[in-house]
C-alpha cells in the first residue's frame, strides 16, 4: 500500500511542479536565456476585455468574388474564342449566375458546346435563339460552384486578413469565420485601431496597364471615354495643407500584370529624395511576364495600379529582367510599411465591409481585471473560513486542493495558449464551487460511514467510493455543456467555457486524486486513529 501511496505522492508532485513551470513566464517577466530553448515560453494570454483593443465583425461581399470570377471566366473564354475560330459578335457578364453570348455563325454552334462542355465544366450551357446565322448562348453558373467560390472568397479573405495581422505585429489576435459570409476580429492591447480597420479592410488588388497616349485625356474627363478605355486617378496629398490633387490618367482596362505573382514587398529609402518607397519581387512566372510586357512596350508608360488607384505611371525606358518593381509616392513611413503588409498577404478576393466595431481601452480592461480577482479573492476567503470551520482539518485539506485547483487551471490556460477573459475569470469562480462541492460529498459519505461504526481507514475509501460516481456524474455532465459552449459559443461565450472545461478536470484531480493521497498519508503512514471531520 505504501509503495502505490508513493506513486500517487509521485504523479501530484510532478502535476503540481509542471503547472509551475507553465506559469513561471507569466508570474516572472525576466527568464534567463536557456528557460525559452528548453522549457515553455507563452504566458497566459489576456482577452480583448483584460487589456483593451479592438473588436471587428466584418462581412466579406463574397457575391463579388462571384462577379470578379465571371469576369475572369468572359476573358478567358474570348481567348479560347479566337483560339477555337469561332465568331462571336457579344459576350459579357449578366448579373452575378450568367453569362450571354452571340455568335456570328451558327455553324460554330456545336463547335462552341463542345468546347463549353470541356473548359466550363461549371456552367450550363443554354441556346435560347437562333436568328438568321446568330445564336445566342446563356452560360449560366451552377448553384453549387456558385457556393464554392463564395466559400471559397470568405476562407481566402481570413487567411489573407489573419496574415496582414500577423505581419502588422498585433499579439495574440482571435480571428474566426462566423455565418452569413461574416468574420470576427478582436484585437488585444491594439494602439491605432484606424491604422489597423484600413490595413484589414484594404482590398489591395494591384494591377499593371498601360497608358493610353492616342487619345486625349482631357476629352475622356468629359465623357469621351475610347472603346476600351478607362479613366483612374492619382491621389496627391500635400503634406504640408493636406490638400487633396487628383491627377487623371486615361488607362488602357486590360490588366497585363496583377499582383498574384509577388513574392515579397519591402519598403526602401530612395538616396536621391530620402523618401520611402516599396520594392517587389515577383516570382518566376511574374519575372517572365513583367520582362515581356516591358520588353514589348519600350518608351510606353506602365500605371501600377491599387484598388483603383494610380500610384505611378513611369515610362518603360528598357525592358526589365530580374522580376522587381518599384512602387513610389509621397508615402510616409507607416503608409509605406502597411502596403508592404498587403501587398505581401495579398489581395482580398472580395471587398470586405465592416459590420460591427468596438474599442475597448485598457484603463476598461484593468478595472475588469481588479474586480475580477477582488470578487475571486472574497469568494474564496469565505469559502475557504466556512471549510476549516465546519469540517476541520478535513477542510483545511479541501482548502489545498481548492488554492491547487487554481493554480492547474491558470497553468491549464498558458499551457493550452488559451485566453483568460472576464467571463473566464467568472467561469474560475465557478470552480471554485465545485471544487469544493465535491469535497462536501466526500466528507458527508466519510461522515455517514462514521455513524455506522467503520474505522476512520475504512470510513475514508467507502466515503471516497460511494461519493465517487455521483461526482462524476456532475462534472461530467457540466463538462459536456462547456464543450458545447466552447464549439458554438464566440468571445467571451467561449472564453467561460475554456476556463470551466479546464477547471471541471483540473477540480475532478484535486478533489477525489490529491485529497486522497493526503487523508492515506495522515492515516496509513502516520497511523492517525481519528478523522477531523
Not at 463579388?64 to 459578335?89: G, P, Q, T
Not at 498601360?210 to 482631357?218: P, R, T
Not at 500610384?311 to 509616392?329: E, L
Amino acid at each position: 500500500m505504501s509503495k502505490k501511496l508513493g506513486w500517487r505522492a509521485a504523479i501530484a508532485l510532478f502535476a503540481v511542479l509542471m503547472a509551475f513551470v507553465y506559469l513561471t513566464p507569466t508570474l516572472s517577466g525576466d527568464l534567463p536565456g536557456w528557460w525559452s530553448s528548453v522549457l515553455p515560453r507563452d504566458k497566459i494570454h489576456l482577452g480583448l476585455d483584460l487589456q483593451g483593443g479592438m473588436h471587428l465583425v466584418l462581412e466579406v461581399q463574397a457575391l463579388k468574388a462571384v462577379e470578379s470570377h465571371l469576369e475572369r471566366v468572359v476573358e478567358e473564354m474570348k481567348h479560347d474564342l479566337r483560339k477555337s475560330k469561332i465568331r462571336y459578335l457579344g459576350l459579357k457578364r449578366h448579373g452575378t449566375d450568367r453569362i450571354d453570348l452571340t455568335l456570328v455563325r451558327s455553324k460554330d454552334r456545336e463547335n462552341f458546346q463542345d468546347m463549353a462542355g470541356a473548359n466550363y465544366p461549371d456552367f450550363k450551357v443554354d441556346p435560347v435563339s437562333a436568328e438568321e446565322d446568330q445564336t445566342v448562348f446563356y452560360l449560366g453558373l451552377l448553384p453549387k460552384a456558385k457556393i464554392r467560390i463564395e466559400k471559397m472568397a470568405v476562407d481566402q479573405a481570413l487567411e489573407t486578413i489573419r496574415n496582414r495581422i500577423d505581419q502588422f505585429g498585433v499579439s495574440e489576435p482571435d480571428i474566426r469565420p462566423q455565418e452569413d459570409n461574416r468574420i470576427l476580429i478582436q484585437l488585444p492591447g491594439i494602439k491605432d485601431p484606424k491604422r489597423a480597420i484600413e490595413l484589414i479592410g484594404r482590398t489591395a488588388l494591384l494591377e499593371f496597364k498601360l497608358v493610353d497616349e492616342d487619345n486625349s485625356v482631357e476629352e475622356a474627363v468629359k465623357g469621351n471615354i475610347p472603346p476600351g478605355d478607362e479613366i483612374l486617378y492619382e491621389v496627391d496629398i500635400d503634406p504640408k495643407t493636406g490638400r487633396q490633387m487628383k491627377r487623371p490618367y486615361l488607362l488602357k482596362k486590360r490588366t497585363l500584370l496583377t499582383g498574384e505573382y509577388i513574392t515579397d514587398a519591402r519598403v526602401q529609402i530612395d538616396s536621391q529624395y530620402n523618401e520611402p518607397y516599396v520594392s517587389l519581387s515577383f516570382d518566376g512566372r511574374g519575372a517572365r511576364l513583367f520582362e515581356q510586357i516591358t520588353g514589348k512596350n519600350i518608351k510606353k508608360r506602365l500605371a501600377i495600379v491599387l484598388d483603383t488607384k494610380v500610384y505611378s505611371a513611369p515610362v518603360i525606358q528598357d525592358k526589365i529582367s530580374g522580376g522587381k518593381a518599384q512602387i513610389t509616392g509621397r508615402f510616409s513611413m507607416d503608409e509605406a510599411r502597411d502596403l508592404a503588409i498587403v501587398l505581401r498577404a495579398g489581395a482580398l478576393p472580395a471587398p470586405v465591409k465592416i459590420i460591427e466595431e468596438r474599442t475597448v481601452g485598457p484603463s476598461l480592461g484593468k478595472d475588469s481585471i481588479d474586480k475580477g480577482i477582488k470578487s475571486m479573492l472574497i469568494g474564496g476567503v469565505v469559502v475557504i473560513i466556512f471549510m476549516v470551520l465546519y469540517y476541520g482539518l478535513s477542510g483545511v485539506i479541501a482548502d489545498l486542493a481548492l488554492l491547487l485547483n487554481i493554480v492547474f487551471i491558470m497553468a491549464g490556460l498558458a499551457f493550452f495558449g488559451a485566453t483568460l477573459t472576464l467571463p473566464g475569470i467568472a467561469g474560475m469562480i465557478l470552480t471554485i464551487g465545485m471544487c469544493v462541492d465535491a469535497n462536501v460529498l466526500i466528507f458527508e459519505r466519510v461522515r455517514e460511514e462514521l455513524r455506522l461504526g467503520k474505522t476512520p481507514r475504512a470510513s475514508i475509501e467507502g466515503g471516497y467510493g460511494k461519493a465517487l460516481v455521483t461526482i462524476l456524474d456532475a462534472n461530467i455532465t457540466t463538462l459536456i455543456v462547456a464543450l458545447v459552449l466552447f464549439q458554438f459559443g464566440t468571445g467571451p461565450v467561449r472564453g467561460f467555457a475554456v476556463t470551466l472545461s479546464i477547471g471541471i478536470l483540473a477540480s475532478l484531480f484535486t478533489a477525489i486524486f490529491m485529497t486522497r493521497i493526503i487523508f492515506d498519508y495522515l492515516h496509513i503512514q502516520r497511523k492517525i486513529k481519528k478523522i477531523s471531520i
